[in-house]
């Protein structure tokens, strides 16, 4: 597999500044080599429609990354819907203390994040980044319970039904942190689930991704409070019947 020609390399340096960081120049290779295997592997299974370079470095690579300052150093983070490998693969080439465990439904795509994590060697070793082929909402029935400090999930589902896939999985003192475009109106009708679910307080990041006008919120919910057994409730409720008043 070859790097993509003509990478605008400047480009994703100065994102990556925009964002905080001072990457290094091993981080821009491992960035820029995990992009070329998003695409080349998007010949054959569909991870994205963004595949214009300059576009998937700020729409991908930057957006996954605008978290970061809300994850606490040495955070055990799960993904959950995380497709291609967003926003877990980007945070984890650039925050190492992290652990991470990913839930994907799709086989093809859990196989792929695994085998790019490898090829990439950012797998540190004590399975400090797998993904596993399981949906959310059945890993909150087992050991996975209430047993992560941050949760993420990127365009993956409405924010009332996400609470409820989300927010099980979180311990308690935790956060579960949601990336949304214009989440006004979503973060008013997933309030009423996201206390039921224990968390005790939401708040909203609003940013414009670097060298765009792309606009994004980061909704972040901190559990306070465990959340009760039923749920999440399964049989895809979480989503034809999401929690409201």
């Known amino acids: 597999m070859s790097l993509i020609e003509d990478y605008p390399l400047g480009l994703l340096k100065d994102c990556l500044t925009a964002l905080g960081f001072s990457p290094t120049d091993g981080e821009l290779e491992l960035l820029q080599g995990f992009q070329a295997g998003v695409l080349d592997f998007n010949q054959k299974v569909n991870l994205t429609a963004i595949t214009e370079?300059?576009?998937?470095?700020?729409?991908?690579?930057?957006?996954?990354?605008?978290?970061?300052?809300?994850?606490?150093?040495?955070?055990?983070?799960?993904?959950?819907?995380?497709?291609?490998?967003?926003?877990?693969?980007?945070?984890?080439?650039?925050?190492?203390?992290?652990?991470?465990?990913?839930?994907?439904?799709?086989?093809?795509?859990?196989?792929?994040?695994?085998?790019?994590?490898?090829?990439?060697?950012?797998?540190?070793?004590?399975?400090?980044?797998?993904?596993?082929?399981?949906?959310?909402?059945?890993?909150?029935?087992?050991?996975?319970?209430?047993?992560?400090?941050v949760v993420l999930a990127r365009a993956v589902a409405p924010l009332n039904t996400l609470v409820e896939y989300a927010l099980p999985l979180v311990k308690v003192g935790g956060r579960f942190i949601a990336y949304k475009g214009d989440a006004d109106?979503?973060?008013?009708?997933?309030?009423?689930?996201?206390?039921?679910?224990?968390?005790?307080?939401?708040?909203?990041?609003?940013?414009?991704?670097?060298?765009?006008?792309?606009?994004?919120?980061l909704i972040i919910y901190e559990k306070t409070n465990n959340s009760p057994a039923i749920y999440p409730r399964g049989g895809n409720k979480e989503r034809s019947k999401p929690l409201t008043l």
């Open 53 to 149: 370079p300059k576009e998937f470095i700020i729409k991908h690579l930057a957006d996954s990354l605008s978290a970061e300052p809300y994850i606490p150093r040495n955070s055990s983070v799960c993904d959950i819907g995380p497709g291609g490998g967003f926003p877990s693969m980007p945070l984890k080439i650039m925050r190492r203390d992290l652990k991470f465990t990913l839930f994907e439904a799709s086989e093809k795509k859990s196989g792929f994040i695994n085998a790019e994590a490898a090829r990439l060697k950012i797998n540190g070793g004590d399975n400090d980044f797998i993904c596993m082929h399981m949906r959310a909402e059945a890993a909150a029935k087992t050991r996975y319970r209430q047993s992560f400090d």
């Open 185 to 217: 109106e979503e973060f008013t009708a997933a309030a009423h689930a996201a206390k039921l679910l224990g968390s005790g307080k939401a708040f909203k990041k609003y940013l414009t991704l670097p060298y765009s006008d792309i606009k994004r919120t």
